[in-house]
């Protein structure tokens, strides 16, 4: 059985739990982090010297960073779905699981970190403000490839929608001025479908 290590109210701990339900696979979730705490231990450090969550442990194989464990996931149980078996079409998932992390992450880090979790009277506004505006132009980017695909790699969902469809809750829950994305948007009807998604992503954004 797996298990996977983190509170339930951390991104990276989202895309994790998502996978996990898409594949059906059994597993139990322990809290940590946050609150919870359990970080600093001798035990911990050894699944994880960052001392972040999550860590995935299946058996003997543990694995840390969430976008290792959603591939490492995707690999093990979701070859031909989750894991597009073709290098050419597993790239188009690859790369925009890397651009998430890359490009889009340090503005929604930014603005989610001021207005979510930064007392009011300590924010640096003028950050939140740019990082908010230029978030825009690299949700656009996203939309545009939209226009020609239901998900990130084609047709079906595959590993490379989990960080994004985790990014896109969080983001559509903040409060600021968002431009449409239209495309963006029917690809959210697509994962609203799904069960795992609702369950383990579209929860309270704290
Ligand atoms: N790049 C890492 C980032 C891990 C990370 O920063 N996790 C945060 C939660 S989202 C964490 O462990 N924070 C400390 C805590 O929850 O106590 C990943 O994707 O797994």
């Given amino acids: 059985m797996l298990t996977i290590y983190g509170r339930t109210n951390s991104i990276n701990v989202q895309k994790v739990m998502w996978t996990v339900g898409e594949l059906g696979l059994d597993h139990e979730r322990i809290d940590a982090g946050g609150v919870f705490g359990g970080?600093?231990?001798?035990?911990?450090?050894?699944?994880?010297?960052?001392?972040?969550?999550?860590?995935?442990?299946?058996?003997d194989t543990v694995v840390w960073e969430s976008h290792s464990c959603v591939r490492?996931?995707?690999?093990?149980?979701?070859?031909?779905?989750?894991?597009?078996?073709?290098?050419?079409?597993?790239?188009?998932s690859d790369r925009w699981m890397d651009w998430k992390a890359t490009t889009?992450?340090?503005?929604?880090?930014?603005?989610?970190?001021?207005?979510?979790?930064?007392?009011?009277?300590?924010?640096?506004?003028?950050?939140?403000a740019r990082a908010a505006r230029e978030i825009g132009p690299v949700w656009r980017?996203?939309?545009?490839?939209?226009?020609?695909?239901?998900?990130?790699?084609?047709?079906?969902?595959?590993?490379?929608?989990?960080?994004?469809?985790?990014?896109w809750w969080r983001y559509s829950n903040l409060e600021l001025d968002r431009q449409s994305f239209p495309n963006i948007n029917l690809w959210y009807q697509n994962l609203k479908g799904k069960e795992a998604y609702r369950r383990h992503v579209m929860i309270d954004v704290t």
Avoid: K
């Avoid at 149980?77 to 188009?92: H, I, M, Q, T």
């Fill in 72 to 92: 490492y996931l995707a690999a093990r149980y979701g070859s031909g779905a989750l894991w597009p078996e073709d290098p050419g079409a597993r790239s188009l």
């Fill in 39 to 59: 970080l600093d231990t001798d035990e911990y450090g050894q699944m994880n010297p960052n001392r972040r969550i999550p860590v995935l442990r299946d058996g």
């Fill in 104 to 128: 889009l992450q340090p503005l929604l880090h930014t603005v989610f970190w001021g207005l979510v979790r930064t007392p009011a009277d300590q924010r640096d506004d003028a950050a939140i």
């Fill in 141 to 167: 980017i996203l939309d545009n490839h939209l226009a020609d695909s239901r998900y990130v790699a084609g047709a079906h969902l595959t590993m490379g929608d989990i960080p994004l469809g985790c990014a």
